[in-house]
């Protein structure tokens, strides 16, 4: 199984720009598609985005669309995700996860075997 820790919450203002980290370790980086999920207080945890090994291909929720944006580092064994234009609804922990299937940019949690331990944006109003 591969190691994943979050890094780069924090609180930023609505309408600013935040980017977070995932550092992978332990077993080959580029065997994994990645992906980051979030949940916010008494939700459940959603889908935010996903990359694929190479990061030629990326997959994105509806409401992050055209305001996020993933990408991966291979060489740093690293996945980023840089949100920009943030509304106070975007207020959650986010969780970066690994898929095992590298190929793959799925939204479905059920696919990710290695999840991190989170990290918490907040975005003021």
């Known amino acids: 199984q591969v190691q994943l820790v979050e890094s780069g919450g924090g609180l930023v203002q609505a309408g600013g720009s935040l980017s977070i980290s995932c550092a992978a370790s332990g077993r080959t980086f580029t065997s994994y598609a990645m992906g980051w999920f979030r949940q916010a207080l008494g939700k459940e945890r959603e889908f935010v985005a996903a990359?694929?090994?190479?990061?030629?291909?990326?997959n994105y929720a509806d409401s992050v669309k055209g305001r996020f944006t993933i990408s991966r580092d291979n060489a740093k064994n690293t996945v980023y995700l840089r949100m920009d234009s943030l509304k106070p609804e975007d207020t959650a922990v986010y969780y970066c996860a690994a898929d095992g299937v590298r190929n793959r940019v799925t939204k479905d949690p059920a696919a990710f075997g290695s999840w991190g331990q989170g990290t918490q944006v907040t975005v003021s109003s």
């Open positions: 990359i694929d090994w190479s990061g030629g291909r990326t």
